[in-house]
């Protein structure tokens, strides 16, 4: 069965500081592969989404930045956090056309 | 520009109380419709409509679309404490991911 790993799942990092967060999948080849915020009161926002090793389409212009550097690893990246990258973080993976998103456990980021 | 929306935003009922959440989307090429439980943590998926007309059921719950009128409802019956979440609903249109509703947050009481 398929599974999905997301860490931390908290984090507190100061203003300035680089960020990293990691997801991996495990029983599937070759899924799209999602990294969404979601801020109280706002839905889930679409950051970027992956459908193959290093292919990223970017939704929202912003200091953050995603890649694959694998089938099944996904990472999001900032050189310098700013305090309204504070929220709640969710990776996600759906296989073929028509089959759902799965998610993460999310991580939970305050930028100080 | 792709827009799903959902009503209420908030809910608040008593155990045994049965509850509607609606979703009304706008959508281009529309795949199909999604509907997760989000309690503390990730979001887990509840049911994924297609066809207009066929209700999907599980347990207490309940979701059936109306892709004429651009819309899907959610129902539970016999609501219990651990229906209280957030219920977010989700389009997938053409060849995009899919968008998401900003939510219901439904919080039943004993």
């Known amino acids: 069965s398929q599974t999905i790993h997301q860490w931390p799942a908290t984090l507190v990092q100061p203003v300035g500081s680089p960020l990293s967060l990691e997801c991996t999948v495990e029983?599937?080849?070759?899924?799209?592969l999602y990294w969404y915020r979601q801020a109280a009161g706002r839905g889930l926002q679409l950051l970027f989404y992956?459908?193959?090793?290093?292919?990223i389409s970017s939704e929202v212009p912003q200091n953050l930045s995603a890649s694959r550097p694998q089938d099944r690893q996904f990472i999001l990246s900032s050189k310098k956090l700013l305090l309204s990258d504070s929220g709640f973080y969710l990776c996600?993976?759906?296989?073929?056309?028509?089959?759902?998103?799965?998610f993460g456990n999310g991580t939970r980021l305050t930028v100080t | 520009e792709d827009k799903v929306v959902q009503s209420p935003l908030s809910l608040v009922v008593h155990e045994g109380d049965t509850v509607t959440l609606n979703c009304s989307y706008e959508v281009t090429n529309f795949r199909s419709l999604l509907w997760y439980k989000q309690e503390k943590k990730a979001p887990t998926f509840l049911f994924m409509l297609?066809?207009?007309?066929i209700e999907k059921k599980s347990g207490r719950l309940s979701s059936i679309l109306d892709k004429k009128e651009l819309f899907s409802i959610l129902n539970i019956t016999a609501t219990q404490t651990g229906d209280s979440a957030v219920y977010l609903c989700?389009?997938?249109?053409?060849?995009?991911?899919?968008?998401f509703g900003k939510g219901t947050r439904l919080s039943v009481i004993a």
């Open positions: 992956s459908v193959g090793i290093g292919q």
């Open positions: 989700a389009v997938e249109p053409g060849n995009t991911p899919l968008v």
């Open positions: 297609t066809s207009s007309g």
């Open positions: 996600a993976w759906s296989g073929a056309r028509n089959s759902p998103l799965h």
């Open positions: 029983g599937t080849s070759n899924p799209n």
